[in-house]
């Protein structure tokens, strides 16, 4: 996510943008893609460097002019010592324009997964989480898989809290009225369990220390308090923020990198969260009682767009935030389960819905504007991407 303010010395503009480095399951390619929005004047350089010492170009991405743009995604190939660098946060990328030419927004190259990614390709996988057997199932780029972790009284909560860019399988457990997290790490097949909240907490999976791992979070409904373990090893977040009605998200609203504290009120139809940029808080009327309140980007600008599911009429209402501009599509049924993720790789999320009654997910292509359907999953299934 790059800003102004990771340029040495800080840039003050408007401007931002998203780098995103795909590795081949053997390590020996990657796949780039890169976007900008809002610069001050023309793009007139483009490019990923390591910092080793001196400063070195392992990607150059050219020119392609204006103040917004996508360039064409590229596949480069690169050796095992690159992929250690890139894994250590030694990859930067940096955008210059006219007014800048040494660059109007930089930002480090971090690990990142998402709830749904249990193969790290960048893409979301078909993945449900069967509360009668306690047995996850995945359907992505490496096959079909099934693996048992847990039963019917957790709470699934998967994310890369491992930093190995794949989603980890991972659960919130009631142990004497403390919150209990497992995770099964996909780094190396183990199990970290730790205690962290009470069992009638609500648990929250975002990245709010921007390091690309998961943190640890929990959201109290009775104190409206929220307390996130820092995956830096810099400490806590504990924040009052939000009432027992609130549903607790995590969101991007500043294109930062961190996610933001982000609640939704049901009676209301309020948004309000904490930019981690500045700890300024955003306040936005958008929704109806009764609506599922959606952390996407649908319009692929590096920021979350506000947005809603209607399940009284099987509407998505989205709010975009690149233009201010609304986006209202009827997609779903009252029974439907919101599953908006990114499944065919580009950098928009996807509008998608799960079925329960037959099991067939229902994703509304961005990048090509086509509808994709495909069963996998039974009823009472919980599909991993949903909150």
Known sequence: HLTGSKVTPPVTTAANGEVKVFLNQNETQATITGEFHNLSSGQTAARIEALIGSTATIFDFSTIGGTNGNFPTKTIAVTQVQVQQLRAGLWSAVIASVNKPNGEIRASLTQH????????????????????????????????????????????????????????????????GVGVWQINRSSDGGMTSKSFGFATDTPVRGDFDGDGINDVTVFRPSTGVWYVQKSNNTGFIIVSFGISEDIPLATDMDSDGKDDITVFRPSTGVWYWIKSSNGSVGIVQFGLSGDKPIAGDFDGDGKNDISVFRPSNGVWYIYRSSNGTYDIRGFGSGEDIPVAGNYDGDNKTDIAVFRPSNGVWYIWRSVDGTIEYKQFGLNGDIPTISR
């Open 113 to 176: 997964s998402d709830k749904s990614d249990f193969d790290g390709d960048g893409s979301n996988d078909l993945a449900v989480f069967r509360p009668s057997s306690g047995t996850w199932y995945a359907m992505n780029s490496q096959g079909f898989s099934a693996q048992n972790f847990g039963d019917a009284s957790v709470t699934p909560v998967s994310g890369d809290y491992d930093g190995d860019g794949k989603t980890d399988r991972a659960v919130f457990r009631n142990v004497n």
